[in-house]
């Protein structure tokens, strides 16, 4: 989801474990050459759904964490290569807490259908979410760090 934490707590948790990270929104942005909502806007939901799959199965990553857009699960394709060199985690937050986080809605670059309401999409993800996870996080009430450890000790125990 949107707000969830995710490229904040990647990036920190690639300079805890001495990973690299790949932010995927950003890799998008860089090479289309323009911002996510902007992209949006111009192709349409659909089509950025495919651009996104398209990229995500570009990554061939080692050592690397990944920071995905919150809607790269809706590919069943890019959600199976991630999974088939990695750890799938998912970063739990709920709905009143990702509305509290969630400032730039209108320019964040958020997939969402016309008129569907956020709730509505929390609930949407969230089966998704949970198909595909490894590892589910809750960082509900958590620090950047306490989440990091939380994945970490997560992830070593899923590793054993």
């Known amino acids: 989801m949107p707000a969830a934490g995710k ?9 805890v474990l001495n ?4 932010d995927t929104d950003i890799y998008i942005q860089q090479e289309e050459n323009k911002p996510l909502q902007e992209l949006l806007d111009e192709v349409g939901h659909d089509e950025f759904r495919r651009l996104e799959q398209d990229y995500v199965l570009q990554l061939r ?16 394709k890019a959600m199976e290569h991630l999974k088939a060199d990695g750890v799938v985690v998912y970063l739990y937050l709920p709905i009143d807490e990702i509305k509290r986080r969630l400032t730039n809605f209108s320019t964040r670059g958020v997939v969402i259908d016309k008129g569907q309401s956020l709730d509505e999409l929390y609930n949407q993800r969230a089966v998704l979410y949970d198909k595909y996870a490894d590892i589910k996080v809750d960082a509900t009430g958590l620090s ?3 989440t990091i450890d939380a994945i970490a000790e997560s992830v070593s125990k899923e590793n054993e």
């Open 61 to 76: 990553c080692c050592n690397t964490v990944i920071a995905t857009g919150g809607s790269v699960p809706y590919s069943e």
């Open 144 to 146: 950047h760090e306490q």
């Open 19 to 22: 990973k690299h990270f790949v």
């Open 7 to 15: 490229s904040t707590v990647g990036v920190l948790l690639a300079k």
